[in-house]
């Protein structure tokens, strides 16, 4: 099982990100999938979750800024990310859920400054 998230880098405020996760070794389409992050010293956080049937859910932080999207096509989730603040500077981790197994990715970094 592999979960590979790409397309971190650094960016300015104001800017926009579209992050991937590339998912292998599991049935992408049964998962219920998601992004979280975690910010230096804070614990990971839920950033956003989407389930088998597209129906999403947001952190009150995000919402109205970061979309989530799945394409089971290509087994792949992902994050679309727009008008970025300061505090959005984290890893961010693509997690997979098919009961009872839970899958993490290796995470990628997001920087946001001027």
């Known amino acids: 099982v592999q979960l590979v998230e790409s397309g971190g880098g650094l960016v300015q405020p104001g800017g926009s990100l579209r992050l991937s996760c590339a998912a292998s070794?599991?049935?992408?389409?049964?998962?219920?999938m998601s992004w979280y992050r975690q910010a230096p010293g804070k614990e990971r956080e839920l950033v956003g979750a989407?389930?088998?049937?597209?129906?999403?859910t947001y952190a009150d932080s995000v919402k109205g800024r970061f979309t989530i999207s799945r394409d089971n096509g290509k087994n792949s989730l992902y994050l679309q990310m727009n008008s970025l603040k300061s505090e959005d500077t984290a890893v961010y981790y693509c997690?997979?859920?098919?009961?009872?197994?839970?899958?993490w990715g290796q995470g990628t970094q997001v920087t946001v400054s001027s």
């Open positions: 997690r997979g859920f098919l009961n009872p197994r839970v899958y």
């Open positions: 070794g599991f049935t992408f389409s049964r998962a219920a």
């Open positions: 989407i389930g088998t049937t597209s129906s999403t």
